[in-house]
T-cell receptor, first 110, second 112 residues
């Protein structure tokens, strides 16, 4: 059973701080890694994807991948109240099957 | 901005009935997906579709389910003989060969 694990939270950070969200996965054959944001009652929205070890930055977001440790993380700099949502980690193998984690709820406190 | 369109937004059906959920993926996308999310639970992969055939399916996607691309734009999920436990939000998504999926706004299926 391929698993993607996330701390369910809530993770509370003050406005302007850095939010750090973590994810581990069990399938060493995983090739693609994604972070989605899901507001309550809405559909997932893609934030970042990463394929290679290291960091990938896009605006206030940085995705980090360590395949040896089977670990993916998402950093959100200068957190805003509008960032309050559930963040889903997703992992894709060689074919198109995607496994999602249960998500981490982020609360940004004004 | 291109979007994935799903209809209907909410479907109520009686147990044992068949339902068809409809989706219009983004026009230049090549891969199409159906996911479901039971209330309060994680997003679950059902099936992926590429080049007019299923490329991958999960253990959830049994003989009760089928997908079809009846024309150049629509992508449908058929659920036969619905059960109470099929009640969930069903998301259609599409993607190009690389990158993540663009999700539609979902169809909330309620089986009574």
């Amino acid at each position: 059973q391929k698993e993607v694990e996330q701390n369910s939270g809530p993770l509370s950070v003050p406005e302007g701080a850095i939010a750090s969200l973590n994810c581990t996965y069990s399938d060493r054959g995983s090739q693609s890694f994604f972070w989605y944001r899901q507001y309550s009652g809405k559909s997932p929205e893609l934030i970042m994807f990463i394929y290679s070890n290291g960091d990938k930055e896009d605006g206030r977001f940085t995705a980090q991948l360590n395949k040896a440790s089977q670990y993916v993380s998402l950093l959100i700099r200068d957190s805003q109240p509008s960032d309050s949502a559930t963040y889903l980690c997703a992992v894709k193998g060689g074919y198109q099957k995607v496994t999602f984690g249960t998500g981490t709820k982020l609360q940004v406190i004004p | 901005e291109p979007e994935v369109t799903q209809t209907p937004s909410h479907q109520v059906t009686q147990m044992g009935q068949e339902v068809i959920l409809r989706c219009v993926p983004i026009s230049n996308h090549l891969y199409f997906y159906w996911y479901r999310q039971i209330l309060g639970q994680k997003v679950e992969f059902l099936v992926s579709f590429y080049n007019n055939e299923i490329s991958e399916k999960s253990e959830i996607f049994d003989d009760q389910f089928s997908v079809e691309r009846p024309d150049g734009s629509n992508f449908t999920l058929k659920i036969r003989s619905t059960k109470l436990e099929d009640s969930a939000m069903y998301f259609c998504a599409s993607s190009v060969a690389t990158g993540g999926d663009t999700f539609g706004s979902g169809t909330r299926l309620t089986v009574v």
